[in-house]
């Protein structure tokens, strides 16, 4: 896809991932023309849908589950006028399933703020009343916590965070690692507990609706994709897709040139790169590379893994639109058909979600397309009833970088050595895990530095 774009744009914006497209439709916004390449044939990185031939459904390549507090991500939606296309709840419910103990919610109760979600803790059904109390620990931990600056926090785990607050084993195993696994696409004993505070802080201590569940009523690539394509079309800019950035020609302290793969060089009045770490210097020669901050110890960066299983089945037997699996090596289970509303046709389409999947990347897709049924007997033996009609499994290796402890001091800030070039991307210093809101932050905190330097 092409649109008509301006010999030399304003800004040249280098990948098509949530932080590119934020950035893109902010500068666009404020009346600068700007030029988004992506190398692959679709906008959105990771964040994208594709129809499935055999049903054809829209599937994500794999399921985000977004909140309340994601204010960045739900303003770039508002301004691609997408906003509509996600499901917001109204205050915060989530569905926890166990084998034996049955199903529990943790649900915000209609009391101001923080209260609501405190009561809401305090009725968590699937801890004794003693456990409940002892969350207090770590409420208190997070409203007195500077995530931000407390090296030491940056410096231990989930794991041992919680254990300092005097967390029972259970509080863990059936509360905080959820949360922490969900945000943090890690395990709790490697993760950084400052990220995992800094979420809390985030979810828990603004307003009602900053903790409620956030998730896209549509196929991900009409949500975040082609509105942004859209909109930069209609405000003097393009997208080039199927397009990489040989080089970026590097004269003094500005980047002078961009190096398509087309053999063309645009020569714009700035830069942002919102490629991940792991391909943003392959646009440098080795002296280059020197200007950015921080990217010698880029190699020390661990990605993580998402595994998503989608499930097409031929009765319906899941009521949820959504549900936590407690002690079980499937963390989520999506009902798509609700989330698309679809309850009426008579199959139903589920995605499984199993997040920090290193142990599964490697497995085969019939191994664990047989895991993920095993567990939804377990968790609704009805399903034994229902004939599975199509699987399909979509593994992400690279999902998103792993926020270990000690992690922050290797992530880079948005501006670099080069004047006119900035990094945006997920994994760049925003404070916050690896996640579509930390990108997004990305986005508009490099589109403020570019138009401060352009005037």
């Not at 599964?360 to 191994?367: A, D, I, L, N, P």
């Amino acid at each position: 896809m092409q649109f008509q774009e301006a010999p030399n744009p304003d800004v040249v914006v280098i990948g098509g991932g949530v932080s590119g497209l934020t950035a893109a439709v902010d500068l666009a916004s404020h009346d600068l023309s700007v030029l988004l390449v992506e190398q692959k044939q679709h906008c959105g990185g990771r964040t994208y849908s594709f129809v499935d031939k055999e049903t054809g459904d829209e599937v994500d390549n794999g399921q985000h589950l977004m909140m309340g507090c994601y204010h960045s991500t739900l303003k770039f939606l508002s301004t691609i006028n997408t906003l509509s296309d996600v499901s917001i709840q109204k205050k915060l419910s989530v569905t926890f399933r166990h084998e034996q103990r049955g199903v529990f919610r943790l649900k915000s109760a209609p009391l101001p703020g923080a209260l609501g979600i405190l009561a809401g803790l305090l009725g968590l059904k699937s801890l004794s009343m003693i456990q409940r109390l002892s969350l207090l620990r770590v409420g208190a931990a997070v409203l007195f916590s500077r995530p931000e600056s407390d090296e030491r926090l940056q410096s231990i785990t989930v794991s041992q965070w919680l254990d300092e607050l005097h967390q029972p084993a259970a509080n863990q195993k059936y509360l905080w690692n959820i949360i922490a696994i969900g945000t943090l696409n890690d395990s709790p004993a490697v993760v950084s507990a400052a990220l995992f505070a800094k979420v809390l802080q985030s979810a828990f201590l603004g307003s009602g609706v900053d903790s409620s569940m956030v998730f896209p009523a549509k196929g991900l690539s009409r949500v975040f994709g082609d509105g942004a394509i859209e909109f930069l079309a209609s405000h003097r800019s393009s997208v080039r897709l199927n397009t990489s950035v040989d080089r970026l020609v590097v004269q003094g302290d500005l980047v002078s040139g961009v190096r398509l793969n087309t053999g063309e060089t645009v020569s714009p009045r700035a830069v942002i790169s919102a490629v991940p770490y792991f391909d943003l210097p392959k646009m440098f020669g080795d002296d280059d590379l020197l200007a950015l901050p921080k990217m010698e110890t880029a190699g020390q960066f661990v990605s993580s893994a998402v595994v998503s299983i989608h499930l097409w089945f031929s009765r319906q037997f899941m009521q949820e639109e959504f549900v936590a699996l407690l002690d079980s090596p499937i963390h989520w289970v999506f009902n798509k058909s609700k989330i698309f509303g679809r309850t009426e046709e008579g199959t139903q389409y589920l995605t499984l979600v199993i997040s920090g999947a290193s142990k599964f990347v490697e497995r085969g897709k019939e191994e664990i397309t047989a895991l993920a049924l095993t567990e939804l007997r377990r968790f609704y033996p009805e399903s034994g009833e229902a004939g599975l009609l199509h699987s399909l499994v979509i593994k992400e290796k690279r999902a998103t970088f792993s926020p270990r402890a000690g992690t922050q001091k290797l992530r880079p800030g948005h501006s670099t050595s080069l004047k006119n070039l900035f990094l945006a991307g997920d994994w760049t210093d925003t404070k916050l895990p690896a996640t579509i809101e930390g990108a997004a932050q990305s986005g508009y905190a490099c589109s403020d530095l570019v138009r401060k330097y352009l005037e």
